[in-house]
């Protein structure tokens, strides 16, 4: 096995450590204060090892950028990303602690993803123990969870500096398969505006906004497409005040994705083109695409084989796959910045009661990020 997984053994016990203290330091989307409280508690790690903490200002929680020793920086480097914020609000640590069992570790965002933060430390202290500092910047940013609306033209930025991007979000399924694509994630709102009526007295005189919804949500539906992978899912529909009212007002929310931009753009078209079944009802579309895909391509595969090889390097084996959950790296694909995804840990059960991370993991793929961070 190579010297990075070596040296990446030896200070598992260290990473463990801190890898806990995170997932204890509970920092919940748009909780600014508790993800301020996590930055500056994953900056208070990576001090020791001689990298520079910056915290840029957020609504929802200050981003942290960690950039290496001065004798090294500069652009050119790796960027790695990832972010601090979680999907458990504040208080569920008293009921789904971090608790360890057999090579399982659990806890709130013990897989997504203070793991991911977990393997970039011990990472790149394996690589300051061996003396071979690499040119890379980690970026950890606050709102990933809900968007990454304040934090994406950073994010962005510093992709733009770098040769190439490691997303630190968890691996796929429980062999820890590296993601190469992901989908294009596109959010609207579908709103109706009709006329209100008495529903016993004057019925026929009102136009009803949910029953026009209903109609387009079953159009909406027929527009997925399993075998060229776009879905297009109406997740939440309200509207109306009381039921002897014919409703003038409902809301429908869409969740659309596809694989490549063309088509997630042909979905858009069609939504904004929506004409009403009832002359007395008006549509409304609003909201647009929140990620581009992550598109497949030469030089994301070209990272992956990189990334394998530093793999074998170390006795491991690796695979890839697409994905149709959407990260930050859809954004530094997108930029045409060569992107690879899944470097964080190997779990299961995420933004559910039962998260878990396999312990084992930590240290593989320490040893990988390392490997890559090295060549």
Sequence with gaps: ??????????????????????????????????????????????GPLGWRAEFVAGAEGDHLILRPPEEIAGGGGMLLLGHLDTVYPIGTLARMPWWEEGDRVYGPGVMDMKGGIAVAWLALRALTAGGALPAATLLLVADEE??????????????RKARAVLV???????????????????NFTLRAEGRAAHAGVDYFAGSNAIVELARQAVELASWSDERRGITVNCGVIHGGTRSNVVPAEAEL?????????????????RLRRLRAVDAGVRLAVTGGVNRPPMERGPAGMALFARARAAAQAAGLALEECA???GSDGNFTAALGIPTLDGMGVVGGGAHSPGEWAARHSLVDRAAVLAGMLAG
């Design 1 to 46: 096995m190579n010297g990075e997984w070596r040296v990446a053994a030896a200070r598992e016990p260290e990473a463990m450590a801190w890898w806990r203290r995170w997932v204890e330091r509970e920092s919940p989307s748009g909780d600014k204060a508790a993800i301020d409280s996590c930055g500056r508690e994953v900056a208070a790690a990576f």
């Design 146 to 159: 809900t968007g990454s609306g304040g934090s994406r033209a950073l994010t962005e930025r510093l992709a």
């Design 168 to 186: 630190l979000e968890p691996a796929a399924g429980e062999t820890g398969k590296l993601k190469t694509a992901r989908k294009g994630i596109a």
């Design 253 to 269: 929310a869409v969740d659309a994705r596809a694989w490549t931009a063309a088509d997630l753009a042909a979905v858009e078209t």
């Design 323 to 325: 994905t149709g959950g």
